[in-house]
């Protein structure tokens, strides 16, 4: 397996025969709601669209998971997997193959098994959500959720290789927590047993602005994760990936911790 950090929840995932697209923000600024004022991100340099994907792998409807300039610069033809709320952002933009997952269903593309499962609540009616990616013919899997909000259904699941989650917390004053990291990585580790983790969300080379930016507040390191992960006697790895450089794993490593 190849996995490539492109800041902020982007990711490159080479699984199998597959290159899976996560989560794409890679042209223009993000803003969201077209409220630079409130909150603008933008890249320190370029950031390439990857070439010959296979798949483009939504977890959440907005921009910084679902983000239209970048996906405008895609084939249209390529298969999406996305939430409801992204397979509507897609749908929107005429790709022509897309598959939305509601929490639980299971689909297959090419010898990829992926699952949904509950993600990020964005609101009281919309819960986003979260994957356990398989391929068949190597035996890899990955876990990706990228605001830190494991569902407990994790504890029944096979062990994967890969687990990308936050390990950083951000917050806002009276809204509390938007993204989890800390103990809810432990849980991670502790109920898919991986043999590496990987920090996702916040992060990369880029730049933010914007009075948003100004209230929010981050708790967390990869050490204090490390040493949370030692005391609970976890020996998963938390590496923090160099964005732009693949990162390649052994296979079929899943349930060694």
């Not at 939305?100 to 609540?121: D, E, N, W």
Request: aromatic fraction near 6%.
């Amino acid at each position: 397996m190849q996995l490539t950090y492109l800041d902020s929840n982007t990711w490159l995932i080479v699984l199998g025969r597959a290159r899976i697209l996560v989560d794409p923000w890679l042209v223009g600024p993000l803003v969201f709601g077209n409220l630079p004022w409130l909150f603008k991100g933008e890249r320190r340099s370029p950031r390439a669209i990857p070439d010959d994907i296979d798949l483009i792998l939504l977890s959440q409807g907005i921009e910084d998971h679902a983000h239209p300039p970048t996906l405008r610069q895609l084939d249209r033809q390529l298969p999406v997997v996305a939430s409801p709320s992204a397979a509507q952002v897609v749908t929107g933009l005429e790709f022509q193959q897309v598959t939305a997952l509601a929490h639980g269903q299971t689909c297959l593309v090419g010898s990829l098994t992926i699952q949904a499962l509950p993600g990020a609540p964005l609101g009281p009616l919309n819960t986003e959500n979260g994957y356990l990616v398989r391929e068949a013919e190597s035996g890899e899997s990955f876990y990706y959720e990228p605001h830190g909000f494991p569902p407990a259904a994790l504890r029944d699941c096979e062990p994967v290789d890969v687990a990308i989650t936050p390990i950083v917390s951000l917050s806002l004053p009276l809204a509390g927590p938007i993204i989890n990291g800390g103990e809810t990585a432990v849980q991670v580790a502790a109920w898919l047993r991986p043999q590496v983790l990987l920090p996702t969300a916040a992060g990369g080379d880029v730049e933010f602005a914007g009075v948003l930016t100004r209230f929010l507040q981050a708790q967390g390191s990869a050490d204090e994760l490390r040493e949370a992960l030692a005391a609970r006697q976890l020996t998963t790895q938390v590496i923090e990936p160099t964005p732009g450089q693949p990162l390649t794993l052994p296979t079929a490593t899943a349930g060694v911790s």
